[in-house]
């Protein structure tokens, strides 16, 4: 009971993405079934006509090969993700994480209890208790994106590439890895990301502590940094690297890995962030008397 009432925004929050989460997963589940009826329909006039075609052939020879002719789980995840329903999540994602992280936090911080502890704790233990208390709530927010993995793997069963790949349509890198190793570094790197947002909320915190202001300039803060990213990273840096722009450095479209093509571009860049932004808070939280009187000034 004490967990829920400590961690009521999380858990609300996290019952909203698994409800958003699944409704993209049905619209991805019922696309692709429409598509996988379409090859049936296909197979069938095929036999019935007996056509020797190279698209013909390639049914009845794999008809009965379900991991050959259906999407594997990767690709029903990441369509899910990137359906319609869910994609704007995206663009609020650092709310939906500094909202329930900082909450909390800003409270304590309005509160006079603050004051009251840091005249009985260190205050090094008292923000990295801070801190912690702040990052375990990420986990709780990483539990709808494990939700609609298992709800990918529950409908495709698989790992086997060959559909997409033989599609046409858009795929990652992740053809080329080890499904363990991939889903190893996709909740690592997307844990980071979330630390980066959590530390972004936890710098705006550090003058302001109304939950309401924090998660709006949060977000106006998020825009500025991506679009930094965007022009000097993508734009310039780009074009000695790469010869031309790259979205390689695009901070809303972290959920699918959209920003990467490689592992070391997947994993760089959200510890580059994680590094920099932990070096800000330690530097803005270095002074305990300049805290407390912020703390005294919003109470």
């Known amino acids: 009971m004490n967990f829920i009432k400590k961690n009521y925004m999380s858990l609300l929050i996290m019952f909203f993405l698994i409800i958003v989460f699944t409704l993209g997963f049905l619209k991805s589940k019922k696309d692709f079934d429409s598509m996988y009826s379409s090859s049936e329909y296909t197979y069938l006039y095929c036999i019935k006509n007996n056509l020797d075609n190279d698209r013909c052939n390639y049914l009845i020879e794999n008809h009965n090969n379900k991991e050959i002719m259906t999407a594997d789980t990767f690709t029903v995840f990441f369509t899910s993700l990137m359906s319609q329903n869910n994609s704007w999540i995206n663009y609020i994602l650092i709310i939906l994480i500094v909202l329930p992280t900082l909450f909390h936090f800003c409270k304590l911080c309005k509160s006079k209890m603050t004051i009251n502890i840091l005249d009985r704790k260190q205050y090094s233990r008292f923000l ?3 801190i912690i208390d702040c990052y375990k709530k990420i986990w709780i927010l990483i539990i709808p994106i494990v939700l609609l993995f298992i709800f990918s793997y529950v409908y495709s069963e698989h790992f086997n590439y060959t559909y997409i790949i033989n599609s046409g349509a858009y795929y990652s890198f992740y053809v080329n890895l080890n499904p363990v190793v991939y889903i190893i570094l996709y909740v690592f790197c997307i844990f980071l990301f979330f630390i980066f947002f959590t530390n972004i909320g936890l710098i705006i915190a550090r003058k302001n502590h109304n939950i309401i202001i924090v998660v709006i300039e949060s977000f106006l803060f998020f825009i500025v940094i991506d679009i930094i990213l965007e022009l000097v990273l993508g734009l310039i840096i780009s074009n000695i690297l790469y010869n031309g722009f790259s979205s390689r450095f695009n ?42 009187i912020d703390c005294e000034k919003n109470n």
């Open 251 to 292: 901070l809303v479209n972290i959920l699918n890995i959209g920003y990467a093509q490689n592992i070391f571009e997947m994993i760089t860049l959200p510890v580059c962030l994680v590094i920099i932004s932990f070096i800000i808070l330690k530097i803005i939280y270095k002074s305990k008397e300049k805290f407390i």
């Open 128 to 130: 990295r208790n801070i």
